[in-house]
């Protein structure tokens, strides 16, 4: 097969089981946000350990201890991850998968805001106008909430900071995934024994498909993080770009359409706004990826040589 198209094969397959994911989310319930959380932890550990097994690719290890900065790199990731599933998870079984689907809405815009203030970045003028928009959406939000859409923003600056760490670190999905788990296991252990100890687990405890689905947890994150590291190696950061909204759209699909969650005008608004400013950063980076190629593609190409 064609390596682009399996790279949006690849894309679409990780968005769309990210999109669908508050469904399964929602299966795991009668267990609280924290015990999901924990068992996602350490299911993941395990998932990833035997894919490596299998793929004969544990000595990463022996190379990483090695790097004491790498490690709290690591640990910096794992902490915003944990942060960035434990609200997630939260937000949708709380009844509030369309404000969960908002913060990875605005999670571009902060992505170039944390450009600004912590890399220094200079931004164009359509990136500070989408940013602009990005504001006015939040405040517009804020006011249709009654409060700052807290879980949206948690979301979005979580998964940003730890897009940052994990680009810096440059570890693979799979190796990544796997110490980043493994740093939150123990913890995660700690906690599911205390639930056990006091008899209020629901492991085991409810019926068969919810402990087969609390286990499967683990490859549940890890799949769609392993097919988007393929798509990633096949296609333009532009085309990642624009597929990264596949999985909001479908989670605000789920949100409204699924669990019938309210959309009043004011928030519908507030959407709107986030959705121009997104249409305002997007065009603006394929117009610029567009120059850049062609700049590199002049650059680079022969000057014929002039004949008498």
């Not at 997630?88 to 509030?96: C, E, L, T």
Request: aromatic residues 12%; positive net charge; glycine residues 10%.
């Amino acid at each position: 097969m064609n390596q682009t198209r399996l790279g949006y094969l690849y894309g679409f397959g990780a968005y769309f089981l990210w999109g669908f994911f508050p469904i399964y989310l929602k299966l795991l319930r009668p267990a609280g946000p924290v015990e999901i959380l924990a068992h996602r932890i350490v299911w993941s550990v395990v998932f990833v350990a035997l894919l490596l097994a299998a793929m004969r690719n544990i000595g990463f290890l022996r190379a990483l201890a090695r790097r004491p900065r790498a490690l709290a790199g690591i640990a910096a990731a794992a902490a915003l991850i944990a942060i960035n599933w434990g609200t997630y998870i939260y937000g949708v079984n709380s009844d509030r998968v369309v404000e969960t689907a908002l913060g990875y809405f605005i999670n571009p815009l902060v992505i170039v805001l944390i450009g600004v203030f912590l890399l220094r970045e200079r931004l164009r003028p359509a990136q500070w106008t989408a940013l602009g928009l990005g504001g006015v959406a939040v405040a517009v939000l804020t006011v249709d909430y009654g409060r700052l859409p807290y879980l949206a923003l948690t979301l979005a600056f979580s998964f940003a900071g730890y897009g940052l760490v994990k680009k810096r670190l440059g570890l693979p999905a799979a190796e990544g995934l796997f110490v980043e788990s493994a740093v939150l296991a123990l913890p995660a252990l700690g906690y599911l024994a205390w639930l056990t100890s006091r008899g209020t687990s629901t492991f085991g405890h409810v019926s068969t498909g919810h402990t087969v689905l609390l286990v499967l947890a683990g490859a549940a994150t890890a799949i769609p993080l392993l097919l988007f590291a393929g798509a990633a190696n096949r296609l333009p950061l532009s085309t990642i770009g624009m597929l990264q909204y596949v999985g909001p759209i479908l989670q605000l699909g789920c949100g409204v359409l699924i669990y019938h969650e309210p959309m009043p005008p004011a928030r519908l608004a507030g959407f709107a706004l986030v959705w121009l400013a997104l249409v305002v950063f997007t065009t603006d980076a394929l117009r610029h990826a567009h120059r850049t190629r062609a700049a590199a593609r002049a650059a680079t190409t022969p000057v014929p040589a002039m004949t008498r």
